[in-house]
């Protein structure tokens, strides 16, 4: 079964079910995302190897068009993810791949600073207040990220910090949410879409493994600049140009075979 017959099928019996309580309660879409992960669409962008879609960012653009017709909120999430994931199908570990291509694990990116308000492209961060500590084997992060999609409800972050030694740029980690330490003050009352769960992530510290470092240390900008960014622009642009040009039109489209 392609990829698109399983979306409409997802969107025609999950996501457009529950879309409008998500925007009405602003409750986290966890049915839909439970179900595009089981459907293989959490996984898409991952490797064949790992298990996944093998299918890149143009396949992506289309899965979060297509869900933004119903659910803004679902479509958010999505988007996040998918830039996440373009991070962790680079640097990060075999396991994490295959979880996600499983359709087991949501991912996020924690990537802003609070306090640091100047505008900039999306996905962009300066890091300033994020601090990085290593002892032994283990390093503590400490920062307040803002503008989190999922906070609370990803299973992990793509994180990003000042280097560890290098002497500029920012260095890039996989944050487990379940880590001790790490919280969510508030929610929701973030700029995205109302059930999408974009708030504040506080690290006060989390402690994570050295070797959750995605890239080299202070490689993280140039990942950021090359990898997240273009894949937050295309993922946006391809959930806004639809959400525009299909109001008028039924919820859950026909897609065509692949």
């Known amino acids: ?41 959490l996984g898409l962008t991952v490797s064949a190897e790992s298990g996944g879609g093998g299918r890149g960012l143009p396949e992506a653009a289309e899965v979060v068009a297509e869900v933004a017709r119903v659910c803004p909120a679902t479509a958010a999430v999505l988007r996040s993810h998918y830039a996440a994931v373009a991070v962790v199908e680079a640097y990060g570990s075999p396991w994490l791949r295959r979880e996600i291509a499983a359709g087991r694990h949501l991912s996020s990116l924690a990537l802003a600073e609070v306090g640091d308000e100047q505008p900039g492209a999306p996905g962009e961060s300066r ?14 992060l400490r920062a307040h990220k803002r503008r989190v999609v999922a906070a609370g409800e990803a299973d992990s972050y793509v994180w990003s910090s000042l280097p560890l030694a290098a002497p500029d740029g920012l260095t890039l980690w996989t944050v ?18 109302r059930g999408s769960a974009t708030s504040t992530v506080c690290a006060d510290p989390v402690l994570v493994p050295a070797d959750a ?46």
Not at 12 to 40: D, I
Not at 188 to 193: A, D, E, H, L, V
Request: avoid cysteine.
């Open 1 to 41: 079964m392609s990829y698109r017959t399983t979306l409409t099928h997802v969107l025609s019996t999950v996501v457009a079910p529950g879309a409008a309580r998500t925007g009405a309660e602003g409750r986290f879409p966890r049915g839909a995302v439970t179900e595009l992960g089981r459907a293989g669409l």
């Open 127 to 140: 890091s300033g207040g994020s601090t990085a500590v290593r002892t032994g084997e283990v390093v503590a």
């Open 176 to 193: 487990p949410a379940h880590a001790p330490d790490l919280f969510v003050p508030a929610r929701p009352g973030g700029p995205g879409p």
């Open 213 to 258: 470092m995605l890239g080299p240390d202070g490689g993280g900008l140039d990942i950021v600049v090359r990898t997240v960014t273009p894949w937050l622009l295309e993922l946006r642009t391809a959930a806004d140009d639809h959400t525009v040009a299909d109001t008028l039109t039924p919820a859950v489209g026909t897609l065509a075979p692949s």
